[in-house]
């Protein structure tokens, strides 16, 4: 009963966005393309990592596709916080604008030792490859990935821009950041793309480190639940962890997070590819 009530709730919220007037003093050159752009790279990048059975895109590269969305994404808060007029909303911008590049970098460098485990960029091949023996074989566990796991999950928090990577909204400096001038229904288009992108980025992961749609161990009475089941079922737990870090952790200095982000995150993705193609190569 009490998640019919959040449910409903949130719809309530929802509802409540869309008839409320834009303040007069906000001002917008291009008014409507910076809230609407946000939430529109999140489901693109969903569409081509949900399972196959219920995926509508057949593409084999859809490592690429991701990456390449994924990059769209900090157009519509720098074009935000341009047009906002207002000397806060830029430095949100900016902040955003240089944090996710540089994380973009350290993601990116994550996902480079799956491909070469996997030798190839097509999702479906990726999993395929997990599943002799269950969860041992995951890449996070026998995939020896998990370096490459805590590298995507640290860049997945400063690019959904959640704490403790949340310099972008600090609200004690910049008031509320690149959307302060952002209200009604345009605020809640980034709220929306926020919310979007965390599950977005756990779908991703729950691809390329966590097995995808494969059960936890092949044999029955795992292998009874279908595959999109256990997809959600692994989502929602990184959901959970991303929102358990949010209550914990407090908010990082943003030179530290910088420094974080180009001195440790990126020298260890580095050193995760050398390991992986050397042992890959070993093998083969």
């Known amino acids: 009963m009490r998640l019919v009530h959040v449910a409903l709730l949130a719809a309530i919220t929802g509802l409540a966005c869309g008839p409320k007037p834009e303040p007069a003093s906000a001002v917008h050159t291009p008014p409507d393309l910076p809230p609407q752009s946000v939430p529109s790279p999140p ?6 990592t949900f399972p196959p059975a219920l995926s509508s895109a057949p593409l084999d590269g859809r490592l690429l596709v991701i990456l390449g969305i994924t990059s769209m994404s900090v157009y ?5 916080g341009w047009s906002s007029n207002n000397k806060y909303s830029l430095l949100g911008a900016l902040r955003s604008s240089a944090q996710m590049i540089s994380y973009e970098l350290a993601l990116g460098l994550s996902l480079v030792g799956v491909v070469l485990r996997a030798g190839s960029l097509n ?3 990726i ?7 269950g969860a041992a074989t995951w890449n996070i566990l026998g995939g020896g990935q998990f370096i490459a796991f805590f590298i ?5 928090f400063a690019e959904t821009n959640r704490l403790p990577f949340d310099l972008p909204e ?3 400096e910049l008031i509320a950041g690149y959307h302060t001038e952002y209200s009604a229904m345009r605020f809640g288009l980034y709220f929306l793309g926020e919310y979007i992108n965390m599950v977005t980025v756990c779908s991703i992961a729950t691809a390329l480190f966590l097995g995808g749609w494969l059960p936890l161990l092949p044999f029955h009475p795992f292998d009874w639940i279908p595959g999109p089941i256990w997809f959600l079922g692994k989502v929602f737990v990184l959901l959970f962890v991303m929102i358990w870090v949010r209550w914990t952790l407090p908010r990082l200095r943003y030179d530290r997070l910088m420094n974080f982000g180009w001195k440790v995150l990126l020298p260890l993705g580095l050193i995760n590819i050398v390991v992986t193609g050397a042992i890959v190569a070993l093998r083969a």
């Open 170 to 172: 600090a609200e004690t």
């Open 127 to 133: 999993v395929e490859q997990q599943a002799t023996l």
């Open 123 to 125: 999702l479906r091949v």
């Open 152 to 156: 995507y999950l640290m860049a997945a």
């Open 76 to 80: 519509g808060i720098a074009l935000a």
């Open 43 to 48: 489901p693109l990048r969903f569409a081509v």
